[in-house]
């Protein structure tokens, strides 16, 4: 018998419907946490409406003036203006031969209904993990090297002890990638006379935060040097580091000019983290910005076992004082000033920082969330499609949008964290 593209495809309607577009992996928390609102593009961006600074038309009236008919000082009007992004546009695509299919059997659902199980939901982790990817460092990079090598069709470098982020480099196995000189993300490495040329990973060993990259034509890696995906240079939204650590423009809205369009930064100053430098950081955000509400701070595992060990050894409260603290296996959740303190061990943030966000300040738009149907399109899209001139079918996964912070001052990031377990 026979198996269509009408046939997967039917079978993938039938069992999954829409809801595969909402199965999401534990570890992508930004995915989870920060809502998704589907936006309507102006031209080719998206725009959203800020509050940049309040109304300040004041007047008073008192003493000896009490009760007169007094002059009222000029309006000074509220200021705002619409924070400007392109949305990235991202595609998934996976293939599947005619025989892996063939052979799982004689074409009915229960022959090749596993095969078709497996491989959208390993299609929707990838897509989360890039999306996650994205919404944590769009616009500047994964990881920085530390050593240098010679120059060869293989490359084994060291990530900095502050860059590393194992969670990331876990699932980067087979991925290619691009390098740049800089942080600044002007001069790619890997191209000659400007020809991108492939740079594959082919080894991590998380134990030594030693990657291997191999490519295509002989290149040379030294210190200082950035990592980032294939062609996300100027492709991939703006992601979360990228918002805090903004000083100028971003979203066509300067920093320089509204204060309130501008994160907070605080150093640990080369030393673990404690919970005294996280009340100390969350600190600027209350004065700068306003902050009074609960908040959440991502970290890296290592900074989260740092921390597990500090309050465990100054032992200020008990089970009894849940007004102070309550432990838990996931997250803890510390009472400050401003409200409650969460702290979310995030395996793909890098090890030298953290960072302190209310989630309802930050909103994901676009047109499109993590999806197997293109919008629009309805139910005539088909999920699978015959590759041309080869013996198999494709599968995609798409996504449209952009993260837009609704005040950056109320947002703060942690750098200088030198972990004790790492």
């Given at each position: 018998?026979?198996?269509?593209?009408?046939?997967?495809?039917?079978?993938?309607?039938?069992?999954?419907?829409?809801?595969?577009?909402?199965?999401?992996?534990?570890?992508?928390?930004?995915?989870?946490?920060?809502?998704?609102?589907?936006?309507?593009?102006?031209?080719?961006?998206?725009?959203?409406?800020?509050?940049?600074?309040?109304?300040?038309?004041?007047?008073?009236?008192?003493?000896?003036?009490?009760?007169?008919?007094?002059?009222?000082?000029?309006?000074?009007?509220?200021?705002?203006?619409?924070?400007?992004?392109?949305?990235?546009?991202?595609?998934?695509?996976?293939?599947?031969?005619?025989?892996?299919?063939?052979?799982?059997?004689?074409?009915?659902?229960?022959?090749?209904?596993?095969?078709?199980?497996?491989?959208?939901?390993?299609?929707?982790?990838?897509?989360?993990?890039?999306?996650?990817?994205?919404?944590?460092?769009?616009?500047?990079?994964?990881?920085?090297?530390?050593?240098?090598?010679?120059?060869?069709?293989?490359?084994?470098?060291?990530?900095?002890?502050?860059?590393?982020?194992?969670?990331?480099?876990?699932?980067?196995?087979?991925?290619?990638?691009?390098?740049?000189?800089?942080?600044?993300?002007?001069?790619?490495?890997?191209?000659?006379?400007?020809?991108?040329?492939?740079?594959?990973?082919?080894?991590?060993?998380?134990?030594?935060?030693?990657?291997?990259?191999?490519?295509?034509?002989?290149?040379?890696?030294?210190?200082?040097?950035?990592?980032?995906?294939?062609?996300?240079v100027t492709n991939w939204f703006t992601g979360l580091d990228k918002i805090v650590t903004n000083t100028g423009s971003l979203f066509g809205i300067s920093a320089a000019t509204y204060p309130l369009w501008k994160s907070n930064t605080y150093s640990?100053?080369?030393?673990?983290?404690?919970?005294?430098?996280?009340?100390?950081?969350?600190?600027?955000?209350?004065v700068n910005g306003g902050l009074m509400k609960d908040v959440s701070v991502l970290l890296s595992p290592y900074a989260w076992t740092d921390l597990n060990n500090d309050l465990a050894a100054l032992r200020r409260f008990t089970e009894s004082t849940?007004?102070?603290?309550?432990?838990?296996?996931?997250?803890?959740?510390?009472?400050?000033?401003?409200?409650?303190?969460?702290?979310?061990?995030?395996?793909?943030?890098?090890?030298?920082?953290?960072?302190?966000?209310?989630?309802?300040?930050?909103?994901?738009?676009?047109?499109?969330?993590?999806?197997?149907?293109?919008?629009?399109?309805?139910?005539?899209?088909?999920?699978?499609?015959?590759?041309?001139?080869?013996?198999?079918?494709?599968?995609?996964?798409?996504?449209?949008?952009?993260?837009m912070p609704k005040a950056p001052s109320k947002l703060t990031k942690i750098t200088g964290i030198d972990n004790a377990s790492l």
């Amino acid at each position: 018998m026979a198996i269509t593209t009408d046939q997967i495809n039917g079978y993938y309607k039938r069992v999954y419907g829409p809801d595969l577009e909402r199965v999401v992996p534990e570890w992508a928390i930004l995915r989870q946490k920060i809502a998704f609102k589907k936006e309507q593009k102006l031209g080719e961006t998206y725009n959203f409406p800020v509050l940049l600074t309040r109304s300040h038309g004041i007047t008073w009236n008192g003493g000896t003036n009490a009760g007169t008919a007094f002059d009222l000082n000029d309006a000074i009007s509220i200021v705002t203006k619409n924070a400007t992004a392109s949305g990235s546009e991202f595609v998934l695509k996976e293939t599947v031969s005619y025989g892996a299919i063939s052979r799982s059997g004689t074409g009915n659902d229960e022959s090749f209904g596993e095969l078709i199980d497996e491989i959208p939901l390993c299609m929707s982790e990838a897509a989360n993990f890039y999306l996650e990817m994205a919404l944590l460092y769009g616009g500047t990079n994964i990881a920085e090297t530390t050593t240098a090598a010679v120059s060869g069709a293989t490359q084994a470098f060291v990530v900095t002890e502050a860059s590393w982020a194992a969670g990331l480099w876990a699932q980067m196995l087979n991925a290619q990638v691009d390098v740049y000189d800089t942080s600044a993300l002007v001069t790619r490495i890997n191209e000659t006379a400007g020809v991108r040329f492939s740079c594959s990973v082919t080894a991590v060993d998380p134990s030594t935060r030693t990657v291997t990259l191999t490519t295509t034509t002989n290149m040379a890696l030294v210190s200082g040097y950035v990592i980032v995906p294939i062609g996300a240079v100027t492709n991939w939204f703006t992601g979360l580091d990228k918002i805090v650590t903004n000083t100028g423009s971003l979203f066509g809205i300067s920093a320089a000019t509204y204060p309130l369009w501008k994160s907070n930064t605080y150093s640990a100053a080369s030393a673990p983290l404690t919970m005294a430098k996280i009340q100390n950081a969350i600190t600027g955000a209350v004065v700068n910005g306003g902050l009074m509400k609960d908040v959440s701070v991502l970290l890296s595992p290592y900074a989260w076992t740092d921390l597990n060990n500090d309050l465990a050894a100054l032992r200020r409260f008990t089970e009894s004082t849940k007004t102070e603290a309550d432990l838990g296996t996931k997250s803890i959740k510390f009472y400050g000033g401003n409200g409650t303190i969460e702290l979310l061990p995030h395996p793909m943030v890098k090890a030298g920082e953290a960072f302190i966000l209310p989630f309802d300040q930050l909103v994901r738009i676009g047109s499109s969330d993590v999806t197997f149907r293109l919008p629009g399109a309805g139910d005539s899209y088909d999920f699978v499609q015959q590759l041309v001139g080869k013996a198999g079918f494709e599968m995609r996964c798409y996504f449209d949008q952009a993260l837009m912070p609704k005040a950056p001052s109320k947002l703060t990031k942690i750098t200088g964290i030198d972990n004790a377990s790492l």
